[in-house]
Nanobody
Framework: VQLQACGGGAVQAGGSLRLSCAAS????????MGWYRQAPGKERKLIAGIGVGGGTYYADSVKGRFTISRDNAKNTLYLQMNSLKPEDTAVYYCAKGRGAMWYAGYDYWGQGTQVTVSS
């Protein structure tokens, strides 16, 4: 399993970024996928998940601002991040689900991409 995230960077508050995660080594369309983030000094947390059937989950901290999506033909996961806030600053990781549903847990993580939001 390989998960390669990209698209991070530095942006001002209120701006937008789109993260992508290219997946390989497994049948992408058969597994839920998710995005985690880890801020300095804090634990890594799931912020968005998407199941095989398209069902989604968002943490309260990003609900209404972030959108998770997937393109099974391209084996790629996306995270559209709008109205970014300084508290969104973190390393963002894509993750492969253990099964088809976003709530079934995750077993592989990519290398992470840094997102920095300045005020």
């Amino acid at each position: 399993v390989q998960l390669q995230a990209c698209g991070g960077g530095a942006v001002q508050a209120g701006g937008s970024l789109r993260l992508s995660c290219a997946a390989s080594g497994f049948t992408f369309g058969n597994y839920a996928m998710g995005w985690y983030r880890q801020a300095p000094g804090k634990e890594r947390k799931l912020i968005a998940g998407i199941g095989v059937g398209g069902g989604t989950y968002y943490a309260d901290s990003v609900k209404g601002r972030f959108t998770i999506s997937r393109d099974n033909a391209k084996n790629t996961l996306y995270l559209q991040m709008n109205s970014l806030k300084p508290e969104d600053t973190a390393v963002y990781y894509c993750a492969k689900g253990r099964g088809a549903m976003w709530y079934a847990g995750y077993d592989y993580w990519g290398q992470g991409t840094q997102v920095t939001v300045s005020s």
